[in-house]
């Protein structure tokens, strides 16, 4: 056995090493500054309790990106040196955010041992690359993100470290074989478990949903099937499950090949960075001779986000939850007792509100941020929530989950053409969309992200927002200059969420402008990026009458658009003229 020593290594703040629940997202350069990383891995062993280190189990992997090899290294080291009994890494590095959901709520190690946490490496769907993004987040025994208590505790960490604990003289681990290597040190032994990335998964999967139905629907001549894995940690799971699981062809699948720079590409699943799965389901800018697949979907770097699309046909994250949620009970095996309950965020459209009231289920409003859903299902009140901006889960696991999305989706149209897979037409994405709105009425919904903006620009324009609120007639006479066909604002805000769990308060959550006639204008500064600022602004119309339910969504909100650009003065405060992305 190969003994280690601890050494302590002085050292000195950074400035600005905040961590949201999605962790610590910079630059690489920034994280390969000596020190940089070390001081926010020991500023994080610090803020946890002494037996979630001391003796514990910790699950150290992430999607792969750039320097999460030398992430992993430095992290083990570090585990080592701070009296952690064992380290679980997945073969390569390679775990999805819910795949390390999974691994700490259902593992149990060869010798019993369960895992108290877990240090994932991933700055979710932003680029990577040598000069890209790279970002840590720590997840906590429930699998969920770890709580504002004890980020709020790393971060003050960062801002007093004088000392990290290493051992330098452990030798580098092999994480691409599956082996438990075993050290020994001060406190006792130490060991390093590499384990297959995707078994623990698959195994869950196959407990949720009927891979039987969903296979009859796969190997259907009538049925044909596309998943983008955007060169991110997805494709591990993607081969694995719908190739070697359910059947489907080889071919089926797009960039399923983990890379360290997702192949040069930003591994967003939307309409605007997955265009390679945008094209071949005919929803690109040139038409193709060839016909479009059925079903089509993509998942983003670390595969907690999913694009679902339909022969022609966008589904919208927050259509796709409500869909989920109206068809759970008797399409997925896992849910066939009922729900508990559902949850959406506070920008994604009402369309899970209607379901919700029509099912007579608990629904819950909460801001951005996985966790507030985690909080919801520890307590047993949610069985599905989502996020509009291409998250959605269950109570599974305490992540969105963009694999499961997939297989719900499958279930639900394997479910839908169960009578149809001997040649009959097929009930498609687009019937099943375009029927919910029939029952549930239609949100119209687009989203415009401004990335990069500065930040002192977007502070301002959130300012002028909220100094507008003070008077609704003021507003309304703007509206009305503008676009006399627009509805009046009867309510004006910012979004403050009081956890029914915990009964903590989270303010400053978003600003809303809500119409009488159901339509929301959002704006909401995100935390997503690594440099500047990103403003997301929301834009929803909500339409009962059927027969006004099929029109193109940029069109039907164009009166909406308008308003909220010229009454956010957005060009004026941002110097842009567009976004950088609409979705």
Excluded at 237 to 242: D, E, N, P, Q, V
Excluded at 362 to 379: C, H, I, R, S
Excluded at 394 to 418: C, F, M, P
Aim: net charge negative; hydrophobic share 35%; charged share 25%.
């Amino acid at each position: 056995m190969v003994m280690f020593h601890v050494t302590r290594v002085e050292t000195k703040p950074y400035e600005g090493q905040k961590p949201g629940t999605s962790g610590l997202r910079k630059k690489v350069k920034v994280f390969t500054q000596p020190h940089y990383t070390e001081n926010f891995v020991q500023s994080t062993f610090n803020a946890l309790s002494t037996d979630k280190v001391r003796g514990a189990t910790i699950v150290v992997s992430g999607d792969g990106r750039y320097f999460s090899k030398d992430a992993i290294q430095i992290i083990i080291k570090m585990a080592a040196a701070n009296g952690v009994r064992r380290v679980w890494v997945g073969q390569n590095g390679l775990l999805s955010t819910p795949a390390v959901s999974a691994v700490i709520r259902e593992r149990v190690g060869h010798d019993g041992s369960r895992a108290t946490g877990a240090f994932i490496l991933t700055a979710s769907h932003n680029p990577g690359g040598p000069n890209e993004d790279f970002g840590i987040k720590y997840n906590m025994e429930n699998g969920g993100p770890a709580p504002e208590a004890i980020t709020d505790k790393i971060y003050e960490n960062t801002k007093t470290i004088k000392e990290y604990f290493i051992a330098e003289d452990l030798p580098h681990v092999d994480i691409s074989a599956i082996d438990v290597t075993s050290f020994g040190g001060p406190e006792g032994p130490f060991d390093v478990d590499v384990f297959d990335s995707a078994s623990d998964y698959v195994k869950l999967m196959k407990s949720i949903f009927d891979f039987q139905s969903i296979q009859k629907l796969l190997s259907s001549p009538s049925f044909s099937f596309c998943f983008d894995g955007l060169h991110g940690v997805a494709g591990a799971y993607a081969k694995r499950i719908f190739v070697e699981e359910l059947g489907a062809p080889e071919s089926s699948l797009l960039n399923c090949t983990p890379k360290e720079d997702f192949g040069g590409g930003h591994p967003d699943p939307n309409l605007t960075y997955a265009k390679e799965l945008v094209a071949c389901m005919g929803l690109g800018k040139s038409n193709s001779q060839d016909e479009p697949p059925e079903f089509g979907a993509a998942a983003d770097g670390d595969a907690d986000r999913n694009m679902i699309l339909g022969k022609r046909f966008f589904v919208t994250p927050s259509d796709s939850v409500a869909i989920i949620a109206a068809n759970a009970v008797e399409a997925i095996p896992y849910f066939s007792s009922g729900l508990k309950g559902v949850a959406r965020s506070m920008p994604t459209s009402a369309a899970l509100d209607v379901v919700a009231k029509h099912l007579n289920l608990k629904f819950f409003e909460v801001p951005t941020g996985w966790k507030f859903f985690g909080n919801l299902m520890d307590a047993g009140l949610c069985s599905v929530c989502g996020e509009e901006s291409f998250g959605t889960g269950s109570d599974h696991i305490r992540e969105k989950d963009g694999i499961w999305a997939v297989l719900a989706w499958l279930s639900i149209l394997a479910h839908k053409n169960k009578e149809n897979l001997d040649g009959k037409k097929l009930v498609s994405v687009g019937d099943i969309v375009r029927q919910h709105w029939a029952t549930y009425g239609r949100h119209y919904y687009t989203r415009y992200d401004y990335e990069n903006v500065d930040s002192g620009a977007a502070k301002e324009l959130m300012a002028y927002l909220i100094k507008l609120q003070s008077s609704l007639s003021e507003v309304n006479k703007i509206i009305k200059g503008i676009c006399s066909d627009v509805s009046k604002v009867v309510h004006a805000d910012e979004f403050e969420y009081k956890d029914p769990v915990d009964g903590s308060i989270s303010k400053h959550q978003g600003i809303r402008y809500l119409f009488e006639d159901g339509s929301r204008l959002v704006f909401r500064l995100s935390g997503t990026g690594s440099e500047g600022a990103t403003i997301r602004l929301y834009i929803e119309q909500y339409e009962k009458d059927p027969s006004k339910t099929g029109k193109d969504s940029q069109e039907a909100l164009s009166p909406l658009v308008e308003v909220a650009l010229k009454l956010s003065k957005m060009e004026e405060f941002t110097g842009r003229s567009a976004p950088t992305v609409i979705t």
